[in-house]
């Protein structure tokens, strides 16, 4: 911690309780800092609504986790960081981080033939924020995204380890098994909960990116860059 440490809270929002994921890597890699989390569970599941939808409900959230005086937001969540993160970061004042980014990071430098495969939310896959920042960091990679809407309920339900959610999972990979893949980003909040299931059916030549987790770590980086 350094000496000047901030004693604010992080604040880190998802659409429901699959933020918990990244909320658990915070505290693993950040275990002096305190946060404020809001899952928006009344609203939930952000995957399926529109962008203006959701980035209305991520600049309504993150003006609630602002009057809690926190020092920087963590945009835990996939869809809202793939529609609402330019919209946050024009709103507020303090540093704003995504999941996107530090996902991409991760990916990229384990994929040096450049083939990198996305999963997540019809939003987060519709919107095409995760090949934009792919396209960014490494020119020229092929990227392939598949959207999974059923795993979330599949999860919810208890069903991580199913024989449906692994029937529903075999279909969904199908494309992206035979792509000759390098790295897969995990891009939802919830996919960190069926990580045995996808790298069993990935196999151990495909790196999966875990994006709460990578984003964590960019904010341990940003709070160490600003003495905070
Ligand atoms: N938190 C959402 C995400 O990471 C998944 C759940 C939802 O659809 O709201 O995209």
Redesign the pocket.
């Known amino acids: 911690m350094p000496a000047t440490h901030d004693p604010r809270p992080i604040g880190v929002f ?3 309780l ?2 918990l994921t990244s909320l658990r890597e915070v505290f693993r890699s950040l275990p002096s800092e305190s946060v404020v989390y809001f899952g928006d569970t009344a609203r ?5 609504k529109s962008s203006a939808t959701v980035i209305r409900f991520s600049l309504e959230i993150a003006s609630f986790l602002v009057k809690q005086n926190i020092k920087c937001l963590l945009v ?7 529609y609402a993160l330019d919209a946050l970061g024009a709103r507020l004042s303090i540093p704003v981080i995504g ?1 996107i980014e530090p996902s991409v990071k991760a990916a990229v430098a384990a994929s040096p033939r450049g083939r990198v495969g996305v999963i ?2 019809l ?2 896959v519709g919107s095409g924020a995760y090949p934009a920042a792919i396209a960014r960091a490494l020119p020229g990679a092929s990227v392939i995204s598949r959207a999974c809407p059923l795993f ?1 309920p599949l999860i919810e339900e208890g069903w991580s380890d199913h024989p449906v959610t692994r029937a529903v999972a075999e279909e969904y990979l199908t494309e992206l098994r035979s792509a000759g893949l390098e790295s897969l980003i995990l ?4 996919y960190p909960l069926i990580t045995p299931l996808l790298a069993s059916l990935m196999g151990p030549a495909v790196k999966l990116v875990d ?1 709460g987790a990578e984003a964590a770590r960019a904010v341990g980086l940003l709070l160490r860059q600003r003495g905070q």
Do not use: E, K, L, R
Request: with cysteine.
């Open positions: 998802d659409s429901g699959g933020g939930v599941p952000y995957g399926n835990a969540c996939n869809t809202s960081s793939s999941v997540g939310t939003g987060t979330v891009g939802c909040t919830h994006s």
